[in-house]
């Protein structure tokens, strides 16, 4: 069972940077994807970025350019550098893995707050 763990989060003004970062309890070599969700108040979770094994990522539209999703598997960290942030970024973030490109995923953090004040 990877146990995953997130990290900086906090408050910060709109066009203002956070990097939140993603700690996993064991090796990610072998986990294929790891990838960042948000939910809003009132929202439904939505995948914001997403990477594989071999590097490949995906973003939704709303933060093409301005988000960056990295991960280091000798840190077994996944990280999330976000740039000129918008009030509507505000949401909680999840960090979630899976082993097998396709299907649900298997593990889920506790979340991280992010709040972007106009």
């Known amino acids: 069972q990877v146990q995953l763990v997130e990290s900086g989060g906090g408050l910060v003004q709109a066009g203002g940077s956070l990097r939140l970062s993603c700690a996993a309890s064991?090796?990610?070599?072998?986990?294929?994807?790891m990838a960042w969700y948000r939910q809003a108040p009132g929202k439904q979770r939505e995948l914001v970025a997403r990477i594989t094994s071999s590097g490949s990522t995906n973003y939704v539209d709303s933060v093409k350019g301005r988000f960056t999703i990295s991960r280091d598997n000798a840190k077994n960290t996944v990280n999330l550098q976000m740039n000129s942030l918008k009030p509507e970024d505000t949401a909680v973030y999840y960090c979630?893995?899976?082993?097998?490109?396709?299907?649900?995923?298997?593990?889920w953090g506790q979340g991280t707050q992010v709040t972007v004040s106009s």
């Open positions: 064991e090796s990610i070599f072998s986990i294929n994807v």
């Open positions: 979630a893995a899976k082993r097998r490109f396709a299907g649900a995923y298997d593990y």
